[in-house]
T-cell receptor, first 114, second 111 residues
C-alpha cells in the first residue's frame, strides 16, 4: 500500500529565510509525486509534480522539489519565504494499482514571520 | 481554464437528513474523487470513480454513497447525516493520475 508522511504539522520561518517542507513516501511501484497548496477556505492548488524524467522539478511561486528514490523523499523548498507563502501544504502520491488514487499526507501548515 | 465546481461552499443540515453534494468538471476527465478533510488528518478518500457508473470505495466510505450517471458529474450522498460528518468535502478530477484538479470545497455542518 502507498503512504505519505509529512514531518512537522506546523513550520515557522522568517520572511526571507529558506523554506523546507519534508515528505517521505512508500510505494511498491514508481510513483507520481505532487505538492499542493491550500489557502484558507479554498480547494487545493497544484504547486508542482514529478512523473518521470528530471528529478528536480520546479513549480509555481518559486517552489521546487527533488525526487530522491534512494531516500523515498520528495521535499519541498523555496530559497526565500514571502508572507504570501503562509498556507497549508500537502504532499501526495499516486500511480499504483492502475486506478490512480491519490494518497495525501496530513499536511504542513507554514507560518511566515515578519 | 480548467474547472471543478462544487455546488455549495457552505451547507448546514440537520441530523438524519439526506444530503447531496454535487461536483461538475469541464475537462472530460475519466477519474473523479471525493475527499473529506479534517484538521490533523489531511485528506481522506471517501469514494472515487474511474468511469461513468463505475465507483470504488476509498478509505472511509461508511455513511456515504456516490452516483456518476454522466462523465462530468460526481455526486456524494450522505444517506442520514450525522454530526460526525461535519467536515470540509473536496471534489477532484484527473486524467490518468497525472494531477488532480480540485473544487473550492464544501464546508458541511450537521447540527
Amino acid at each position: 500500500a502507498q503512504s505519505v508522511t509529512q514531518l512537522g504539522s506546523h513550520v515557522s520561518v522568517s520572511e526571507g529565510a529558506l523554506v523546507l517542507l519534508r515528505c517521505n513516501y512508500s510505494s511498491s511501484v514508481p510513483p507520481y509525486l505532487f505538492w499542493y497548496v491550500q489557502y484558507p477556505n479554498q480547494g487545493l492548488q497544484l504547486l508542482l509534480k514529478y512523473t518521470t524524467g528530471a528529478t528536480l522539478v520546479k513549480g509555481i511561486n518559486g517552489f521546487e522539489a527533488e525526487f530522491k528514490k534512494s531516500e523515498t523523499s520528495f521535499h519541498l523548498t523555496k530559497p526565500s519565504a514571502h508572507m504570501s507563502d503562509a498556507a497549508e501544504y500537502f504532499c501526495a502520491v499516486s500511480g499504483a494499482s492502475g486506478t490512480y488514487k491519490y494518497i495525501f499526507g496530513t499536511g504542513t501548515r507554514l507560518k511566515v514571520l515578519a | 481554464d480548467v474547472k471543478v465546481t462544487q455546488s455549495s461552499r457552505y451547507l448546514v443540515k440537520r441530523t438524519g437528513e439526506k444530503v447531496f453534494l454535487e461536483c461538475v468538471q469541464d475537462m472530460d476527465h475519466e477519474n473523479m474523487f471525493w475527499y473529506r478533510q479534517d484538521p490533523g488528518l489531511g485528506l481522506r478518500l471517501i469514494y472515487f470513480s474511474y468511469d461513468v457508473k463505475m465507483k470504488e470505495k476509498g478509505d472511509i466510505p461508511e455513511g456515504y454513497s456516490v452516483s456518476r450517471e454522466k462523465k462530468e458529474r460526481f455526486s456524494l450522498i450522505l444517506e442520514s447525516a450525522s454530526t460526525n460528518q461535519t467536515s470540509m468535502y473536496l471534489c477532484a478530477s484527473s486524467l490518468a493520475g497525472l494531477e488532480a484538479f480540485f473544487g473550492q470545497g464544501t464546508r458541511l455542518t450537521v447540527v
